[in-house]
């Protein structure tokens, strides 16, 4: 089964910035479309972003357009979610979520089987 890692979580101030990294073994990135989602104290899990297996495709979040990046490394069977310009309402625990041969096209959670244990990400002053 695939194994999903998630990093790069802390705690930062706001208007900082952080880059999360989703790593999978021990198969192969490349079929899999990947979501990142995010879930804060007494609320649902709710996307952030995806990106297709070719990252031909990306989605975002309307609170996270022009402020995060979503990537994908296949060499290194990494993505990415760089976060700049974070604010107070983007802390959360932030999973990260596959599904082979999918687009990202109105993702929900709920079209994702395969998560990772999530990252805590904190903005505060």
């Known amino acids: 089964q695939l194994q999903i890692v998630e990093s790069g979580g802390g705690l930062v101030q706001p208007g900082g910035s952080l880059k999360l990294s989703c790593e999978v073994s021990?198969?192969?990135?490349?079929?899999?479309?990947i979501g990142w989602f995010r879930q804060a104290p007494g609320k649902e899990r709710g996307g952030v972003s995806c990106i297709n297996r070719n990252a031909g495709h990306m989605e975002y979040a309307d609170s996270v357009k022009g402020r995060f990046t979503i990537s994908r490394d296949n060499a290194k069977n990494t993505v990415y979610l760089q976060m700049n310009s974070l604010k107070p309402e983007d802390t959360g625990v932030y999973y990260c979520?596959?599904?082979?041969?999918?687009?990202?096209?109105?993702?929900?959670?709920?079209?994702?089987?395969?998560w990772g244990q999530g990252t805590q990400v904190t903005v505060s002053s």
């Open positions: 021990p198969f192969n990135l490349d079929p899999y479309t």
């Open positions: 979520a596959a599904r082979a041969y999918f687009s990202c096209s109105g993702y929900i959670a709920a079209d994702f089987g395969l």
